[in-house]
Nanobody, 117 residues
Framework: QVQLVESGGGLVQAGGSLRLSCAASESIFSMYTMGWYRQAPGKQRELVAALTSGGGPHYADSVKGRFIIARDNAKNTVYLQMNSLKPEDTAVYYC???????????WGRGTQVTVSS
C-alpha cells in the first residue's frame, strides 16, 4: 500500500508563500496521477492542482497563476508551491495518488495551511 506524507503547512500572512511536499513511500509517478486537494471548515474537499503521469498540470481556477505543482521523481515527492496566498486559501491540504485506469487511490493525512489577513 502506498503511503503519502504531507509537510510544509503552517501559518502565513496574506501575500506570502508556502511550499507543501508530499512524499510517497515508493516510486509511483509513472503510473499515478498526483493531486493536491484542500478542505476548508464546513466545505467539501476540492481539487487544487493535479499532475498526470504523462501530461501537463491542471489547476483550479481559484489558484491559477499563484500555485505550481511539480514533482521530483528521484525523491518520490510532489510539491505545491503556493504564492500570493489569500485568507480564502486557508484549509487542510491533502495529497492524493490515483491510478485512474484501475479506479483506486491513496490519501495522505493532510497538512494545515492558515493564511491570516
Amino acid at each position: 500500500q502506498v503511503q503519502l506524507v504531507e509537510s510544509g503547512g503552517g501559518l502565513v500572512q496574506a501575500g506570502g508563500s508556502l511550499r507543501l511536499s508530499c512524499a510517497a513511500s515508493e516510486s509511483i509517478f509513472s503510473m499515478y496521477t498526483m493531486g493536491w486537494y484542500r478542505q476548508a471548515p464546513g466545505k467539501q474537499r476540492e481539487l487544487v492542482a493535479a499532475l498526470t503521469s504523462g501530461g501537463g498540470p491542471h489547476y483550479a481556477d481559484s489558484v491559477k497563476g499563484r500555485f505550481i505543482i511539480a514533482r521530483d521523481n528521484a525523491k518520490n515527492t510532489v510539491y505545491l508551491q503556493m504564492n500570493s496566498l489569500k485568507p480564502e486559501d486557508t484549509a487542510v491540504y491533502y495529497c492524493k495518488a490515483e491510478r485512474l485506469a484501475y479506479g483506486y487511490y491513496y490519501w495522505g493525512r493532510g497538512t494545515q495551511v492558515t493564511v491570516s489577513s
